[in-house]
């Protein structure tokens, strides 16, 4: 059964009606919200779908919850939609991940066949999206020094040096490693990073110390 979900963010609730009545008139589920705010709070990661995002918003523009959910390492696909679009719009919607950008009033069936399409490729996609966002919350649940043990491990660093640098033993150090590896379901160091890799990207392995990997 497709589980998916269309996410309608838009202020003019005349848009966000119509949209939906289009999409449900194909069995397409819908879930509509006035604002970005509102979205955020009943967002789950782990439900396949897409997100149609208008530009101009109150308080939180279609563009800072895009920077939000880049933040949040979100695969959610976006789909903009403004009314007063121009190609510099256009072309930073695109450059910052969003799959299209509509101008108000768009074609509707030209709408219907992207957004289709779009979930078409979310469902395809759905396993390994959903396994990377698994792991990204598996993530948040370790401690702060969890954290920082994981860091050092993804620079390649061994116990001893991650012990001299965080200031505790070596046998600390093997304590976290190995609750890390429990929490994250992984057997093997070499496992554990290429699984955090698979939810964050390889940019991880720098963002995560500001060193390449096997950096001192």
Not at 77 to 106: C, T, W
Not at 125 to 146: D, F, M, N, V, Y
Not at 147 to 169: C, H, P, Q, T
Request: hydrophobic letters at 40%; proline letters at 5%; a neutral charge.
């Amino acid at each position: 059964m497709d589980t998916s979900v269309v996410y309608i963010v838009d202020d003019d609730e005349g848009a966000r009606t119509s949209l939906a009545w289009l999409l449900n008139s194909v069995d397409i589920r819908t879930e509509c919200f006035a604002g970005a705010a509102a979205f955020l709070d009943t967002y789950d990661p782990l439900l396949p779908g897409c997100l149609v995002l208008d530009v101009r918003m109150p308080e939180i523009s279609g563009f800072q919850l895009q920077e939000r959910l880049n933040a949040l390492a979100s695969e959610l696909p976006i789909i903009f939609v403004s009314g007063h679009g121009d190609i510099p719009m256009s072309v930073r919607a695109l450059q910052n991940g969003a799959v299209d950008f509509f101008e108000k009033p768009y074609n509707s069936q030209q709408m219907l066949d992207r957004i289709q399409l779009t979930l078409k490729d979310v469902q395809s996609r759905h396993p390994e999206r959903a396994r990377r966002a698994q792991l990204r919350e598996k993530i948040k649940l370790l401690s702060p020094r969890e954290r920082e043990v994981l860091d050092r491990m993804l620079r390649g660093d061994v116990s001893k040096i991650i012990a001299r640098e965080l200031n505790i033993s070596a046998r600390t150090v093997d304590v976290h490693r190995a609750s890390i590896k429990d929490k994250l379901g992984c057997q093997s160091s070499a496992g554990l990073v290429r699984d955090v890799v698979l939810a964050f990207g390889p940019d991880i392995l720098v963002a995560s110390t500001g060193k390449p990997p096997g950096g001192r």
